[in-house]
């Protein structure tokens, strides 16, 4: 009886026992539960108050954009208006600058000349002398640009930058593509230039060309080579042979760069109406662009003159009658324009030069070829070949 008990009482303690570890358990478990409803309850309200932040957002950003979009239409109907605004002040100005001719300057000799009052029965001796002499150095071209009469755009074929040329005694095109090479391609005509499809009649040189910086005259072809380490060389190449004719040494440093807009010119060739010049710098400290008068049979360097011109901003420069037009621009391409002159036989001053602006194309021209007989200019603007026609005034001797 007595171990009965003893167990009904061991049983019941057992039950007892348990009772309280799952009543605890229960209990933890229920804490628990609590605690994670209270979490969840301050998620929700976190994530509402984050979802009324968000549409909040929304609606600054949605407004915020519109006025953006606003402010965007109005500016850019601005910028048309302006747009249109500077294409009729450039029309005008190519208008007044087709209107207006450049100011010719003369000095003492020729304003008597002007006036009828040479006086030659008056005053004789060494006075007389000086005068013929300044009268018979400028009777040898006689005039000066005054304005671009009208531009002709004649294709697109090649590099941004490069040359093309039209021999003066002959109706052949030359272009140069790129900025260095040992090929030229020839065509009969700019109209058979302008009709292919950019491959013409293809001439090897026996050397690699520097710059767009070549000459053609009188079947020639005149172009600047220089190799590393080396002095910079003119050569003279004869169209019809196929021969090297002549070469000369020209005493410059071969990295000084004629226009500093257009580093890959060392020496710019050029040929006018009196002959054959060269347009380079000395140095690259030398500020200014300097010019050679070369004898197109010999290569030889006639006369040697400090333009007076910048190299700064220059891209492009061209010789018409003796004087020099020298082209400048930015470094962001803009409208180009002639804003430095010079005169060998000094004639024009710098006080009176024309100001010629190029009508604005596509960027800034890497070459510009003054074609004599023509009185018409071959330029190369970003890729575009592009002809420019002149109008001409006389200079006050003539």
């Given at each position: 009886?007595?171990?009965?008990?003893?167990?009904?009482?061991?049983?019941?303690?057992?039950?007892?026992?348990?009772?309280?570890?799952?009543?605890?358990?229960?209990?933890?478990?229920?804490?628990?539960?609590?605690?994670?409803?209270?979490?969840?309850?301050?998620?929700?309200?976190?994530?509402?108050?984050?979802?009324?932040?968000?549409?909040?957002?929304?609606?600054?950003v949605?407004?915020?954009?519109?006025?953006?979009q606003?402010?965007?239409?109005?500016?850019?109907?601005?910028?048309?208006?302006?747009?249109?605004?500077?294409?009729?002040?450039?029309?005008?100005?190519?208008?007044?600058?087709?209107?207006?001719?450049?100011?010719?300057?003369?000095?003492?000799?020729?304003?008597?000349?002007?006036?009828?009052?040479?006086?030659?029965?008056?005053?004789?001796?060494?006075?007389?002398?000086?005068?013929?002499e300044?009268?018979?150095?400028?009777?040898?071209?006689v005039?000066?640009?005054?304005?671009?009469?009208?531009?002709?755009?004649?294709?697109?074929?090649?590099?941004?930058?490069?040359?093309?040329?039209?021999?003066?005694?002959?109706?052949?095109?030359?272009?140069?593509?790129?900025?260095?090479?040992?090929?030229?391609?020839?065509?009969?005509?700019?109209?058979?230039?302008?009709?292919?499809?950019?491959?013409?009649?293809?001439?090897?040189?026996?050397?690699?060309?520097?710059?767009?910086?070549?000459?053609?005259?009188?079947?020639?072809?005149?172009?600047?080579?220089?190799?590393?380490?080396?002095?910079?060389?003119?050569?003279?190449?004869d169209?019809?042979?196929?021969?090297?004719?002549?070469?000369?040494?020209?005493?410059?440093?071969?990295?000084?760069?004629?226009?500093?807009?257009?580093?890959?010119?060392?020496a710019?060739?050029?040929?006018?109406?009196e002959?054959?010049?060269?347009?380079?710098?000395?140095?690259?400290?030398?500020?200014?662009?300097?010019?050679?008068?070369?004898?197109?049979?010999?290569?030889?360097?006639?006369?040697?003159?400090?333009?007076?011109?910048?190299?700064?901003?220059?891209?492009?420069?061209?010789?018409?009658?003796?004087?020099?037009?020298?082209?400048?621009?930015?470094?962001?391409?803009?409208?180009?324009r002639?804003?430095?002159?010079?005169?060998?036989?000094?004639?024009?001053?710098?006080?009176?030069?024309?100001?010629?602006?190029?009508?604005?194309?596509?960027?800034?021209?890497?070459?510009?070829?003054?074609?004599?007989?023509?009185k018409?200019?071959?330029?190369?603007?970003?890729?575009?070949?592009?002809?420019?026609?002149?109008?001409?005034?006389?200079?006050?001797?003539?």
């Amino acid at each position: 009886m007595k171990p009965l008990f003893i167990l009904l009482v061991s049983i019941a303690w057992t039950f007892t026992g348990a009772q309280h570890y799952y009543q605890g358990l229960m209990d933890y478990l229920e804490n628990r539960l609590l605690a994670i409803e209270d979490r969840m309850t301050l998620w929700h309200e976190q994530s509402h108050r984050y979802h009324t932040d968000m549409k909040d957002f929304k609606k600054l950003v949605s407004e915020a954009v519109d006025g953006l979009q606003n402010e965007h239409g109005t500016l850019f109907k601005n910028l048309e208006g302006a747009a249109v605004r500077v294409d009729r002040l450039e029309r005008e100005m190519d208008y007044v600058e087709s209107q207006t001719s450049p100011r010719a300057c003369a000095d003492k000799a020729d304003k008597v000349v002007e006036q009828e009052a040479w006086g030659l029965q008056e005053r004789r001796g060494e006075e007389d002398e000086d005068w013929e002499e300044d009268y018979s150095r400028v009777l040898d071209c006689v005039e000066i640009i005054s304005g671009i009469k009208s531009v002709k755009i004649v294709k697109r074929v090649g590099s941004p930058k490069g040359m093309w040329t039209r021999d003066p005694r002959t109706s052949k095109v030359y272009v140069f593509n790129g900025t260095s090479g040992d090929t030229v391609l020839q065509f009969d005509s700019a109209r058979d230039f302008s009709r292919s499809a950019g491959v013409g009649g293809i001439i090897s040189l026996p050397s690699e060309w520097s710059g767009p910086g070549s000459a053609v005259y009188d079947n020639y072809l005149f172009y600047v080579t220089q190799e590393a380490g080396a002095d910079v060389q003119v050569i003279k190449y004869d169209l019809l042979t196929g021969v090297v004719t002549d070469i000369t040494m020209f005493p410059m440093e071969s990295h000084a760069s004629v226009y500093k807009l257009n580093p890959e010119i060392v020496a710019d060739l050029v040929a006018d109406d009196e002959g054959l010049w060269l347009l380079y710098a000395a140095s690259d400290s030398e500020p200014n662009i300097s010019l050679a008068k070369m004898d197109a049979a010999t290569l030889d360097i006639e006369q040697i003159w400090d333009t007076r011109c910048p190299r700064e901003n220059a891209e492009a420069a061209f010789v018409v009658c003796g004087t020099v037009y020298v082209v400048y621009n930015t470094r962001l391409a803009s409208r180009s324009r002639v804003q430095c002159v010079f005169d060998v036989n000094e004639v024009v001053v710098s006080e009176e030069e024309p100001l010629l602006y190029f009508p604005r194309r596509y960027g800034a021209h890497a070459s510009l070829k003054y074609n004599a007989e023509e009185k018409q200019l071959y330029g190369w603007d970003d890729g575009y070949q592009i002809i420019y026609r002149l109008t001409m005034k006389r200079k006050l001797l003539a």
